[in-house]
């Protein structure tokens, strides 16, 4: 046949099928359709070309979105379900790939959304999980319980899993710790427990996560994979990453060392390029020259600066990676968790370390967002920050900058007002000791440590206001301030300046 009569290709490369929905794609589209359809309006066609079918067979290597990873879009009616869909279920299921101001998580959903497929229990459970998210979306805050929606499908995954353990050929299975992961999942997304949905209530979240169901399955789960002979039998990637996941917000929840080892997968995530130049970062220089010997969180951090300053945070390739298997945030934020300064000693370098630690966190947690992640509770994070700065006075000198940058970073994530109140005091008097007047100074320091535009612009409108107050009220900003107060000179500061 000849050439000039086939029809012409036009592809619009998505990284998401979601992106169907932007307006700028469909009208690009429509253009591209619209620009077909005249050239075959003027072109002639045999009778053969018209009817002619053809198929074009490709790598999947090759293809840009792995569509069976992403459980094939929307609603694929091909994809074999573990049950039986009723209208409840198919609308439940199509909230997990909706977007516009649904929060549902797209934080490696081509991992998890495999695991809900393998099995009814954990396919149960995500419909319950959906179901919460909807709730907020309808009310603006997590449910405090399972509605009797979320909770009709939480009992079959209950029951489903039942019958598992009660068989010795499946309770060591894939489909058995899919279906104990699936739980753990479905506690995290409604963390808090009779306080209204509200994520400042660290007496809700650590009641429930150390007396809770997510904590008896997270002990199941080790027991279960114990017994099949530890997490390296588990060969499927997408269960395995979704494993460590499990285990991962959970731990941060509760400001926790996860035990789940990294995944392979994570831990080429969490290093720089190879042979890409490393960044010199001031405050970094400052660290190894104070504290020599102390190496364990300025490495990490330095590996923050590298991969943020690459780009390779919001690239193409790394918001794919956050999608299926995860970025470089995962296996950042467990390395954060894992590092326990204050196990070696209340010293000063171990005080600076835990400081930071605990504040790098904080600032993770909207760059967390950014990719898709949530929730993202932050409370028992920001509750053992402020503790370590109010019970420890030790000197920062030439680090001062790094303790403006993690008071910075808590004051805009914390939620619970009077926590944030302490903060944003602390960082006002830092500020008058620095003696620097103007609020672009404090920016500068901040964003010379470290600082994600695209994340953080205009958050400092937050807090600005108040803690410029703060500066042009302190009848004591004549002094230097060279440590963090303690409660106790909060309380008398306050009382001095009304």
């Given at each position: 046949?000849?050439?000039s009569?086939?029809?012409s290709?036009?592809?619009?490369n998505?990284?998401h099928p979601?992106?169907l929905k932007n307006e700028?794609?469909?009208?690009?589209i429509?253009?591209?359709?619209?620009?077909e359809?005249g050239?075959?309006?003027?072109?002639?066609?045999t009778k053969?070309a018209?009817?002619e079918?053809?198929l074009?067979?490709?790598?999947?290597?090759?293809s840009?979105?792995?569509?069976?990873r992403f459980?094939?879009?929307?609603?694929?009616?091909?994809?074999p379900?573990?049950i039986?869909?009723d209208n409840?279920?198919r609308?439940?299921l199509?909230?997990?790939?909706?977007?516009g101001d649904?929060?549902?998580?797209?934080?490696?959903?081509?991992?998890w959304?495999?695991?809900?497929?393998?099995d009814a229990?954990?396919f149960?459970?995500?419909l319950?999980n959906?179901?919460n998210?909807?709730?907020?979306r309808?009310?603006g805050?997590?449910?405090?319980q399972?509605?009797?929606?979320?909770?009709?499908?939480?009992n079959?995954?209950?029951r489903h899993?039942?019958?598992m353990?009660n068989?010795?050929a499946?309770?060591t299975?894939?489909?058995?710790?899919g279906?104990v992961?699936s739980?753990?999942i479905?506690?995290v997304?409604?963390p808090?427990?009779?306080?209204?949905?509200?994520?400042d209530?660290?007496?809700?979240?650590?009641?429930?996560f150390t007396?809770s169901d997510?904590q008896?399955?997270?002990?199941?789960?080790?027991?279960?994979?114990?017994l099949?002979?530890?997490?390296?039998?588990?060969?499927k990637?997408?269960?395995r990453?979704?494993?460590s996941?499990?285990?991962?917000?959970?731990?941060?929840y509760?400001?926790h060392p996860p035990?789940?080892p990294?995944?392979?997968?994570w831990?080429?995530d969490?290093?720089s390029?190879?042979?890409?130049p490393?960044?010199?970062?001031?405050?970094s220089?400052?660290?190894?020259?104070?504290?020599?010997m102390?190496l364990?969180?300025v490495?990490?951090?330095?590996?923050?600066?590298?991969?943020?300053?690459?780009?390779r945070?919001?690239?193409?390739?790394?918001l794919m990676?956050?999608?299926t298997s995860?970025?470089?945030?995962?296996?950042t934020?467990?390395r954060?968790l894992?590092i326990?300064?204050l196990?070696?000693?209340?010293?000063?370098?171990?005080?600076?370390e835990?400081v930071?630690r605990?504040?790098?966190l904080?600032?993770?947690a909207?760059?967390w967002?950014?990719?898709?992640q949530?929730p993202v509770?932050?409370?028992a994070?920001?509750?053992?920050?402020?503790l370590?700065l109010?019970?420890?006075?030790?000197?920062w000198n030439?680090l001062k900058?790094l303790?403006i940058?993690?008071?910075?970073?808590a004051a805009?994530?914390?939620?619970?007002?009077?926590?944030?109140s302490?903060?944003v005091?602390?960082?006002g008097?830092?500020?008058?000791?620095?003696?620097?007047?103007a609020?672009?100074d404090?920016m500068?320091?901040?964003k010379s440590?470290?600082?994600?535009?695209?994340?953080f612009?205009?958050?400092?409108e937050?807090?600005?206001?108040?803690?410029?107050?703060i500066v042009?009220?302190n009848p004591m900003?004549?002094?230097?301030v060279?440590?963090?107060?303690p409660?106790?000179?909060l309380d008398?500061?306050?009382?001095?300046?009304?």
């Amino acid at each position: 046949m000849d050439r000039s009569t086939k029809p012409s290709f036009n592809f619009v490369n998505l990284t998401h099928p979601d992106d169907l929905k932007n307006e700028e794609t469909q009208l690009r589209i429509r253009r591209l359709a619209m620009t077909e359809v005249g050239k075959a309006r003027r072109k002639p066609k045999t009778k053969r070309a018209r009817n002619e079918i053809v198929l074009e067979f490709r790598n999947p290597s090759e293809s840009r979105v792995d569509i069976d990873r992403f459980g094939g879009g929307q609603l694929d009616p091909f994809n074999p379900y573990p049950i039986e869909l009723d209208n409840s279920c198919r609308a439940l299921l199509a909230n997990i790939f909706s977007t516009g101001d649904s929060n549902h998580p797209s934080q490696l959903r081509g991992s998890w959304y495999p695991v809900g497929l393998s099995d009814a229990a954990a396919f149960n459970n995500m419909l319950s999980n959906s179901q919460n998210f909807l709730f907020q979306r309808r009310n603006g805050y997590y449910p405090s319980q399972d509605d009797a929606i979320a909770l009709k499908y939480h009992n079959k995954a209950l029951r489903h899993t039942t019958q598992m353990m009660n068989d010795p050929a499946k309770r060591t299975s894939d489909e058995a710790i899919g279906a104990v992961v699936s739980f753990m999942i479905h506690f995290v997304s409604r963390p808090f427990e009779d306080n209204g949905g509200k994520a400042d209530d660290l007496q809700a979240l650590l009641g429930n996560f150390t007396s809770s169901d997510w904590q008896k399955h997270s002990n199941a789960l080790v027991r279960i994979v114990g017994l099949r002979g530890g997490f390296d039998t588990i060969e499927k990637e997408h269960l395995r990453v979704t494993i460590s996941w499990a285990d991962l917000i959970g731990s941060f929840y509760q400001d926790h060392p996860p035990i789940v080892p990294m995944p392979r997968q994570w831990i080429v995530d969490s290093k720089s390029p190879p042979n890409s130049p490393r960044t010199c970062n001031g405050i970094s220089l400052v660290w190894k020259q104070q504290l020599p010997m102390q190496l364990d969180f300025v490495t990490i951090f330095d590996d923050i600066v590298q991969l943020i300053s690459l780009d390779r945070a919001f690239n193409e390739e790394q918001l794919m990676l956050a999608i299926t298997s995860g970025s470089w945030l995962e296996p950042t934020i467990y390395r954060l968790l894992a590092i326990r300064p204050l196990n070696h000693g209340n010293a000063r370098e171990n005080v600076v370390e835990e400081v930071c630690r605990l504040g790098t966190l904080l600032f993770l947690a909207p760059v967390w967002r950014n990719f898709g992640q949530s929730p993202v509770w932050t409370a028992a994070i920001s509750r053992n920050l402020l503790l370590v700065l109010t019970k420890n006075m030790v000197e920062w000198n030439d680090l001062k900058p790094l303790l403006i940058w993690v008071l910075y970073a808590a004051a805009i994530e914390t939620k619970d007002l009077a926590e944030r109140s302490q903060f944003v005091f602390m960082l006002g008097i830092l500020m008058s000791g620095m003696q620097l007047q103007a609020w672009d100074d404090i920016m500068l320091i901040v964003k010379s440590v470290l600082w994600v535009e695209k994340v953080f612009a205009g958050t400092d409108e937050l807090i600005r206001d108040e803690v410029m107050q703060i500066v042009n009220h302190n009848p004591m900003n004549m002094f230097s301030v060279e440590t963090t107060p303690p409660p106790s000179f909060l309380d008398d500061f306050a009382a001095e300046t009304g």
